[in-house]
């Protein structure tokens, strides 16, 4: 099993930057595929952004592409999102996920496990 733990969130002004980290402890990090994902007030979870277990695959939603980063290091057991040109329609809780097969899928059925979420509010 892996725990994470995101932090990060908080409250910035449209156009602004915000990092998310995601702390996993446990089974290594790099065991894990690993996603972000971010649910909205009324909203399904939806999938931001996803990395390989070795960091060379990245993949994401449409509606980031462009703005966010998703990276790792797995000496550190942690995955990062960076977000770069927010805007208000990103406010959302954000998740970090992981996932034990092999591969990048944006379902959320396929991440075993779930950190707490953390907030991003962008004000415009």
């Known amino acids: 099993q892996v725990q994470l733990v995101e932090s990060g969130g908080g409250l910035v002004q449209a156009g602004g930057s915000l990092r998310l980290s995601c702390a996993a402890s446990?089974?290594?990090?790099?065991?894990?595929?690993m996603g972000w994902f971010r649910q909205a007030p009324g909203k399904e979870r939806e999938f931001v952004a996803g990395?390989?277990?070795?960091?060379?695959?990245?993949y994401y939603a449409d509606s980031v592409k462009g703005r966010f980063t998703i990276s790792r290091d797995n000496a550190k057991n942690t995955v990062y999102l960076q977000m770069n040109s927010l805007k208000p329609e990103d406010t959302a809780v954000y998740y970090c996920?992981?996932?034990?097969?092999?591969?990048?899928?944006?379902?959320?059925?396929?991440?075993?496990?779930w950190g707490q979420g953390t907030q991003v509010t962008v004000s415009s």
């Open positions: 990395i390989s277990r070795g960091g060379s695959s990245t």
């Open positions: 446990g089974r290594t990090a790099s065991s894990y595929t």
């Open positions: 996920a992981a996932d034990p097969n092999v591969g990048l899928t944006i379902r959320p059925l396929s991440y075993d496990y």
